[in-house]
């Protein structure tokens, strides 16, 4: 069991330390200054140490790792994973399936040799039945797929985001989510999708869950007291 569980535990509804992995950038990024503003201790991952000093300047602790290499030290004396990461669009099916289904299962590993119990994924719409998605799209909706089932199997607290097209609009605090998904396929601010994982890590409730989310009319926590 980690050091950290205790009268301060995430199953009191208060994180300890958070552990993101994706943290440089896009929903990753925003989650880890929504962490810290929430008041949370915040730990990124990032592959580049060039990148450690600019997460450093918002309050968080970088540590340096690689899904294809080096990580398990980054899950010491952590309560809780956020995964952010990804491959990326302009990488093709080997790298999807090294990061984004092996390197994603890595982690859960890593979480369950340190004895943490909350992690929430990243994932994306369409995931749940890869064949929804476009079909240029498809073996990473399959990869996530599979990562997703490992996570939900694999004994953890876990909660999959299932997000639709992500934007850098301003985050609006309200969704529409489907359980386990959504009728239409739309769009949302990283913001909103971040500040749904982090909704996520403090609500044990929604662990075992996996559904979609767009933009809405819904605040966040309602639509999350409602799973």
Do not use: W
Not at 33 to 61: F, K, W, Y
Not at 75 to 97: K, N, Q
Not at 163 to 179: C, Y
């Amino acid at each position: 069991m980690n050091s950290h569980v205790g009268e301060d535990s995430p199953e009191e509804g208060r994180l300890v330390h958070l552990l993101v992995i994706g943290s440089s950038r896009g929903t990753g990024r925003s989650l880890v200054e929504q962490a810290i503003r929430a008041g949370h201790q915040v730990r990124g991952m990032v592959r580049d140490p060039e990148q450690a000093s600019d997460l450093e300047r918002v309050g968080a602790t970088a540590v340096v790792g690689d899904l294809e290499g080096d990580l398990e030290h980054a899950f010491v004396d952590v309560d809780a994973v956020a995964f952010c990461a990804g491959s990326g669009s302009s990488t093709g099916p080997d790298a999807t399936l090294r990061v984004d289904l092996h390197g994603a299962v890595r982690t859960v590993d890593c979480s369950l040799a340190q004895g943490i119990e909350r992690y929430v994924m990243l994932s994306a719409i369409s995931a749940g039945d890869p064949m929804r998605g476009r079909t240029q799209l498809r073996h990473y909706l399959a990869a996530k797929h599979a990562a997703d089932r490992i996570l939900l199997a694999s004994g953890l607290q876990a909660t999959v985001v299932r997000p639709g097209g992500l934007t850098d609009d301003p985050g609006t605090g309200r969704i529409a989510l489907g359980n386990p998904q959504l009728p239409d396929r739309g769009s949302i601010p990283r913001a909103d999708v971040a500040a749904t994982m982090l909704a996520c890590l403090e609500l044990p409730a929604t662990a075992g869950a996996a559904f979609e989310i767009i933009s809405g009319d819904t605040p966040i926590e309602s639509a999350l007291h409602a799973l």
